[in-house]
């Protein structure tokens, strides 16, 4: 196996949760659990066993299969998400003065996400049924601003672009949402923590991106505590 093969079969062997954890990569990739079965040669019913936590966790063997099923799946469909992963690819759960990343061990959607933070929706409430997200990252929204240079804006998106951005001292949120609007890419979900007054232009731009806007004064440490947990 190469590097991002034994990363991902590394978080699956060492999770708490290994079949939550293939079913997030197994979306990730966007591969049914009929592709998958075709491709290792087993039942959907097993890959759906392993998934849901009803069989003993998967063994070394079967999570090379595994994985070596989904890049191969992937590289005939063009190699979109290797490209993608590849190009964002850095340890989860990093810590800097600028931003804190974290994968979920499993994708959740993006209303059961705004219920969990306490999320009040300032735009496109819609589109929050069908995304699903794989983590999310919380950015010093000032820092990033003044410090951060335009090249290392990706490093935000940690191993997926399928995740929510939380911004921290925002004043209206004009300015995270005009940096949103320029860069080549998106998260597919803006949160704005303890904001008083939302600035309409912020809303408006969120509008056109079509990205769901959220507002929460939950207290950092307990978005952080509940997030964790997924």
Known sequence: MDGLKERVAGEIALSDSPGSAMKKWRELFGVTQVELAKQIKISTSTISDYESNRRLSPG?????????????IDESKGSTVRQSL??????????????????????????????????????????????KLFGYTRVDSLRIILEMSPSEYPK??????????????????????????????????????????????????????????LATKLDIKEIDSRLSKI
């Open 156 to 213: 935000l998106f940690g191993s997926t672009t399928e995740r929510a951005f939380i911004f921290e001292h925002v004043s209206t949120g004009r300015s995270p949402l005009v940096v949103i609007r320029v860069a080549p890419i998106k998260p597919k979900v803006v949160v704005l923590h303890n904001v008083t007054t939302v600035d309409k232009l912020a809303i408006k731009l969120a509008q056109v991106e079509k990205i769901p806007l």
């Open 60 to 72: 070394v063997g079967v999570i090379r299969r595994f994985v070596e099923a989904l890049f191969s």
């Open 86 to 131: 590849d190009k964002f690819s850095q340890k989860t759960e990093e810590q800097t003065p600028f931003y804190q990343i974290h994968d979920f061990i499993a994708p959740i959607s993006g209303v059961d996400f705004a219920r969990i933070i306490e999320g009040k929706v300032l735009s496109n409430p819609g589109y929050l049924d069908s995304l």
